[in-house]
């Protein structure tokens, strides 16, 4: 004999059932907007390493590449709106990426209490340094901004309208050398690490395609990461000066 369905003792009504997870509250949305914010990240760091490159054709070109960023999207947009709308969508896709991936790791963590007593033998390196890799990238956009964007703590005198010069100002000292190249190595194993999970979340991993999707993980990483270490390398060696 079916029993009948309980009631609410105050109401006298069937218990409402329970509101399913939204979105972002699953564990699968959190990935999926990990994933879509690290694409947006990955575009504009190869938009970044293709206008830091204009700096081995010399200040005047550089210099004018950065006098674009400020006009782009004229006379349509007003001065410099355009460059604020590619930096408002940036900090947000940042700030997705990493709540996502705090609140991720919490949750594995919370489901895992206890640690692996054997490390899986095939995490590769620059997934075990995700975290961290994380933190050190946070750490160094804070510190970039403030060299080369706003010249708070920029080596020498920091010239407005003038990147060229503030790009061979900080690539002149070693402390700059040593930070930048640092983030930048970090970069190319979040980027390849990254891109791959990312391929993973949204569904366009599959066993046919893992060899190629490695290959491009492999190449993008390997790209950026020598496209952007090799401006302060040409400063140190003198190519840029």
């Known amino acids: 004999m079916a029993l009948a369905p309980t009631r609410d003792r105050t109401t006298g009504r069937p218990p409402s059932p329970a509101p399913s997870r939204g979105f972002w509250s699953s564990t699968l949305g959190k990935k999926t907007v990990m994933a879509v914010s690290g694409l947006i990240m990955l575009g504009y760091l190869v938009a970044h390493v293709a206008g830091n490159l204009k700096v081995f054709f010399g200040p005047e070109e550089f210099n004018a590449y950065g006098h674009w960023l400020r006009v782009m999207g004229a006379p349509v947009l007003h001065h410099a709106w355009a460059l604020w709308i590619v930096r408002i969508v940036l900090v947000a896709a940042v700030v997705a990426h990493a709540v996502s991936a705090y609140q991720l790791s919490r949750r594995d963590l919370k489901a895992r209490p206890t640690a692996y007593v054997h490390r899986r033998k095939r995490a590769s390196y620059a997934t075990r340094t995700m975290r961290w890799g994380g933190i050190v990238l946070a750490l160094f956009i804070v510190w970039h901004i403030l060299d080369l964007t706003t010249g708070t703590v920029h080596a020498g005198g920091f010239e407005e309208g003038k990147p060229y010069q503030n790009v061979v100002d900080t690539f002149s000292t070693w402390y700059g050398n040593v930070v930048y190249i640092v983030a930048m190595l970090a970069v190319g194993l979040h980027v390849r690490h990254g891109f791959w999970s990312a391929a993973q979340t949204l569904g366009v991993g599959n066993a046919r395609r893992e060899r190629l999707l490695r290959a491009l993980a492999d190449g993008l990483a390997f790209v950026l ?12 060696t003198g190519v840029v000066s």
């Open 225 to 236: 990461t020598a496209g952007f270490v090799s401006v302060p390398v040409a400063v140190m």
